[in-house]
């Protein structure tokens, strides 16, 4: 697929399907994760943690639903498939691990809408690592490490195939 059609038809999926994502399908997008960008390419300060285990997106999804005070809610969409970035935080440039987590997901979410498959975004949800120190330990970071951010991946329940028009939404100025 073209780069600028695949621009065009990612979208924010917050529906998804049971069924698991291939493994093919999760290499590629990992493959594309670990392509993107890093901040003075210190790659070993960047970690991913691939969660497919279902009980444990139940609790990481009750817990942060229950911080959200809607218990209803699914902070995760329901996606059998989570990719947290985590990283260690850079005292010497503040903030470069969520650019970087930026650029991974982004990478991240072009190949899923090229397999096919949907991706959304996850930042709010984390905070259940924050709550819960014991779900935080299930992750089993690296020391130094924590989330800072992820994408819920699965097959969508709407097929990803309306492209959008590729327009100036953000306002800028010409020098």
Same mark, same amino acid.
């Not at 498939?81 to 650019?99: G, R």
């Given at each position: 697929?073209?780069? $600028?059609? &695949?621009?065009?038809?990612?979208?924010?999926?917050?529906?998804?399907?049971?069924?698991?994502?291939?493994?093919?399908?999760? @290499?590629?997008?990992?493959?594309?994760?670990?392509? #993107?960008?890093?901040? !003075?390419?210190?790659?070993?300060?960047?970690?991913? @943690?691939?969660?497919?285990?279902?009980?444990?997106?139940?609790? %990481?999804?009750?817990?942060?639903?229950?911080? *959200?005070? !809607?218990?209803?809610? !699914?902070?995760?969409?329901?996606?059998?498939?989570? %990719?947290? &970035?985590?990283?260690?935080?850079?005292?010497? *440039?503040?903030? &470069?691990?969520?650019? !970087?987590?930026?650029?991974?997901?982004?990478? $991240? +979410?072009?190949?899923? @809408?090229?397999?096919?498959?949907?991706? &959304?975004? %996850?930042?709010?949800?984390?905070?259940? *690592?924050? #709550?819960?120190?014991?779900?935080?330990?299930?992750?089993?970071?690296?020391?130094? *490490?924590?989330?800072?951010?992820?994408?819920?991946?699965?097959?969508? +329940?709407?097929?990803?195939?309306?492209?959008?028009?590729?327009?100036? +939404?953000?306002?800028?100025?010409?020098?």
């Amino acid at each position: 697929m073209e780069t $600028m059609k &695949v621009i065009a038809m990612r979208k924010s999926t917050r529906s998804y399907k049971t069924e698991q994502i291939s493994d093919k399908a999760l @290499t590629s997008i990992i493959s594309a994760g670990c392509a #993107a960008p890093v901040g !003075n390419g210190a790659y070993d300060s960047v970690h991913l @943690t691939i969660i497919q285990n279902s009980d444990l997106l139940n609790k %990481i999804s009750k817990t942060a639903a229950n911080i *959200f005070g !809607n218990p209803n809610t !699914n902070p995760l969409y329901g996606a059998p498939t989570l %990719i947290i &970035v985590s990283s260690i935080p850079n005292k010497q *440039f503040p903030n &470069v691990e969520l650019a !970087n987590a930026a650029c991974i997901i982004e990478n $991240m +979410t072009l190949a899923a @809408t090229d397999a096919g498959i949907g991706s &959304v975004y %996850i930042l709010g949800a984390l905070c259940a *690592f924050n #709550a819960d120190k014991e779900l935080l330990k299930k992750l089993d970071l690296p020391d130094g *490490f924590v989330p800072i951010s992820g994408i819920s991946l699965g097959y969508p +329940t709407e097929p990803l195939s309306q492209e959008k028009e590729l327009k100036s +939404t953000i306002k800028l100025n010409k020098i």
